[in-house]
Every structure is written in C-alpha cells, then in structure tokens.
C-alpha cells in the first residue's frame, strides 16, 4: 500500500505449448506511479491468445494512506474474454493473507474496495467488498455477484 513516490512498471511474456491444443501466449503488465506521498494510482493489464481467440482485461485501481493507520485501495476492472481457453487473471487487492489472483471469462465488470486500520499496533481490521457484473459471450442475461470479506488480526 505505502509505496513511497518510486515509479514501477514491469512487463511479462508466457508462451505455453498446449500438445496438439496449439499454444498460448500471455502477455502481462503493472504500473504504479504516485500522485503523491500517500495516493498512487495502480494499472494492470493482461492479454491472452489462445486458438486465434483474445481475452484482455486491465485494472485501474488508486491506493491511498488516509492516516498513519488507515488504508483505503479502490478500483475497477474491465474484461473480455471469448471462450474460457482465453480467459485472463488479474491481482486484485483484496484483505492480508488472501489469494486475489482471479480468473475472468466472459465480458463484464468488477468493482473493488478494501480498507486497512491497524489499532494500537496489536490489532488490525480489513474489510473488502467486491462486485462484479459478467455475461457469457453465448449467453444474453448478465450475472450480477458480490462479495464482502473481514478479517481481524490480534497480535498477543
């Protein structure tokens, strides 16, 4: 969260040879660049080709220390992905100790928010919401989910 005022941008490349599949290639970005001190502004990307189909997705999300103690992460991501073969994941900020790499398929959005407090430097609090609003490119209704995460921390 507290990344100081560096600029960060890194790139990856992954081919993947799937037998008589054929291959697939992924192409991964991140950038982070401060605003100021305490508020950056975070973008991920992800582009996948697999059976001449192409998923993408990106991610813009802001990260902000309000006070010493209290961090707020938030954003949006945008996706687009033909089959499931195509699919994309992308890190999205979610409460400590937590797995948010998530796999996207379809067409759709998400909607993210997460808040850090720490008390007293023993106890500390994270809640996130996450809403996401997806359609199978086969299908004409779109699904609507969301999901809510607490977690406390005590140190003894």
């Known amino acids: 969260h507290r990344g100081g005022n560096k600029q960060r ?67 949006t991501t945008h996706f687009y992905s033909p089959m499931y073969d195509s699919r994309v994941y992308l890190y999205e900020p979610g409460i400590p100790m937590r797995f948010n790499l998530i796999s996207l398929n379809g067409t759709g959005y998400r909607y993210f928010i997460v808040i850090e407090n720490q008390f007293q430097n023993s106890i500390n609090t994270a809640i996130s919401y996450k809403y996401q609003r997806r359609r199978l490119i086969s299908e004409s209704g779109s699904v609507e989910t969301f999901l809510l995460e607490f977690q406390m921390v005590v140190d003894l």
Request: hydrophobic share 35%; charged share 20%; aromatic share 4%.
């Open 9 to 75: 941008l890194s790139l990856r490349l992954k081919r993947k040879s799937k037998g008589n599949d054929g291959v697939r290639y992924q192409l991964s970005g991140s950038a982070s660049y401060p605003l100021t001190v305490n508020l950056s502004l975070i973008l991920r990307t992800a582009l996948n080709k697999s059976n001449d189909r192409l998923g993408s997705g990106f991610s813009l999300a802001i990260n902000s220390a309000i006070t010493p103690s209290l961090d707020l992460r938030a954003g």
